[in-house]
T-cell receptor, first 114, second 113 residues
Framework: DVKVTQSSRYLVKRTGEKVFLECVQD?????MFWYRQDPGLGLRLIYF???????EKGDIPEGYSVSREKKERFSLILESASTNQTSMYLC?????????????FGEGSRLTVL | GEDVEQSLFLSVREGDSSVINCTYT??????LYWYKQEPGAGLQLLTY?????DMKQDQRLTVLLNKKDKHLSLRIADTQTGDSAIYFC?????????????FGRGTSLIVHP
């Protein structure tokens, strides 16, 4: 069974803390994505990566960074968490080609910043 | 980025048909997708349609594509309470060296007895 695993389902952090959200996929996919999901706003792309050590900014990269040292792992980093980063974070992966729209999602990580 | 448009809510009675509509942006999109998100879970691919098709049927699901109007719809026949979820329309847009799925805001389908 193919899987995208996000390390934490629920996190509570304080303003200013550094936050790591980890995502691992076991499908040997080239593409990996981080989205945030907020009510009424749908999914907004933060960063994506189409290869190891490659990263591209999405629509809302401010306040975030990412790391992809290994093909199966894509990490989202909040250098200094702020309350407006309270959200649901979804990781996804896909193959590299034009069928890249077939994304496989993790269960999500709900982050609360106090 | 440009917007994929969907209405935010749809309420139907159990046993009725549901129709969720979407307007996408890029007439050259090769594939168009419908994803389903159940409460507390990530998104799962529900169905997709290739752009050279007008219609695709899969059991209770029917996808209609109007390329001229860039309009996509998902019809769920005999809607059940288990169909209550958020439904996302998505298209693929080129970005740099890859292709990026772009999602609508999602339509919350509420099925009541």
């Amino acid at each position: 069974d193919v899987k995208v695993t996000q390390s934490s389902r629920y996190l509570v952090k304080r303003t200013g803390e550094k936050v790591f959200l980890e995502c691992v996929q076991d499908m040997d996919h080239e593409n990996m994505f981080w989205y945030r999901q907020d009510p009424g706003l749908g999914l907004r792309l933060i960063y994506f990566s189409y290869d190891v050590k490659m990263k591209e900014k999405g629509d809302i990269p401010e306040g975030y960074s990412v790391s992809r040292e290994k093909k199966e792992r894509f990490s989202l980093i909040l250098e200094s968490a702020s309350t407006n980063q309270t959200s649901m974070y979804l990781c996804a992966s896909s193959l590299w080609d034009r069928e890249a729209g077939e994304l496989f999602f993790g269960e999500g990580s709900r982050l609360t910043v106090l | 980025g440009e917007d994929v448009e969907q209405s935010l809510f749809l309420s139907v009675r159990e046993g009725d048909s549901s129709v969720i509509n979407c307007t996408y942006t890029d007439s050259s999109s090769t594939y168009l997708y419908w994803y389903k998100q159940e409460p507390g879970a990530g998104l799962q691919l529900l169905t997709y349609i290739f752009s050279n098709m007008d219609m695709k049927q899969d059991q209770r699901l029917t996808v209609l594509l109007n390329k001229k109007d860039k309009h996509l719809s998902l019809r769920i026949a005999d809607t059940q309470t288990g169909d209550s979820a958020i439904y996302f329309c998505a298209e693929i847009l080129p970005s740099g060296g890859s292709y990026i799925p772009t999602f609508g805001r999602g339509t919350s389908l509420i099925v009541h007895p």
